[in-house]
């Protein structure tokens, strides 16, 4: 790999990385675990040190930084129907992943933290 990308040995991953690589579930598989790996060593660079930062989604935000709470995030008084509650609040965060990838559902999906056959029958499931 590193040949391809033009770059000298490869002096390894740390601890850390090989925690977050072990930690990860990987639903995209092998291909997803070779474009982390390609996309962390190309941003490594020519370095001597081991590859300590591991980025398995660039354009997610960093880790450590909590999410936003967005308007209506409270929670709701009891008793409730949790299940209607809870369809209710699956339906609100497929529309917002929805929007903010532009209705690009991979993307979308990649937001949730799904494959694109799991969001696509969420978005049937929803009729969304």
Known sequence: ???ELGLPLFPGFSERATATLLGYR???NIRELKNV???SVYRHGDSEHELDA???NPFRQ???S???AAPGDELPALPLDLRDFQFQQEKRLLQ???EQAKYHQKQAAELLGL???QLRALLKKHQL
């Open 1 to 3: 790999m590193c040949r």
């Open 26 to 28: 990987w639903p995209g």
């Open 37 to 39: 790996v390609e996309r």
């Open 54 to 56: 591991i980025i398995i």
């Open 62 to 64: 960093s880790p450590g």
């Open 66 to 68: 909590p999410p936003e």
């Open 96 to 98: 917002r992943s929805l």
């Open 115 to 117: 494959t694109y056959h």
